[in-house]
């Protein structure tokens, strides 16, 4: 069992950052993948980011390719996704998720993950 809980979400003004931070409590934290998933109003979860247990694998949708980092720091049980140059196509709800083993047909799916956060709202303005 893995609790999530994401953080780090706020008003910013295009072309700005953000750092969402996922902090996990529970077991083997280390042993789980951990993905970003965002929803937009209106819109279905759409998959951003997400990087593998050790850390040494990552993936990005192609859209925030190059503007977003997603990293893990294992001994204090929480990933981040450092967002930069943010538009306000990248408003939305962000949501942290884990599943274990590395299968990114799933991971990119943006819904087959065993253990999600509450979400936090991220809005760009123009």
């Known amino acids: 069992q893995v609790q999530l809980v994401a953080s780090g979400g706020g008003l910013v003004q295009a072309g700005g950052s953000l750092r969402l931070s996922c902090a996990a409590s529970?077991?083997?934290?280390?042993?789980?993948?951990i993905g970003w998933v965002r929803q937009a109003p209106g819109k279905e979860h759409e998959f951003v980011a997400a990087?593998?247990?050790?850390?040494?694998?990552?993936h990005y949708v192609d859209s925030v390719n190059g503007r977003f980092t997603i990293s893990r720091d294992n001994a204090k049980n929480t990933v981040y996704l450092q967002m930069n140059s943010l538009n306000p196509e990248d408003t939305a709800v962000y949501y942290c998720?884990?599943?274990?083993?590395?299968?990114?047909?799933?991971?990119?799916?943006?819904?087959?993950?065993?253990?999600w956060g509450q979400g936090t709202q991220v809005t760009v303005s123009s």
């Open positions: 529970g077991r083997a934290f280390g042993s789980y993948a």
């Open positions: 998720a884990a599943r274990v083993g590395w299968d990114l047909v799933r991971i990119v799916s943006g819904n087959e993950y065993s253990y």
């Open positions: 990087i593998s247990w050790s850390g040494a694998l990552t």
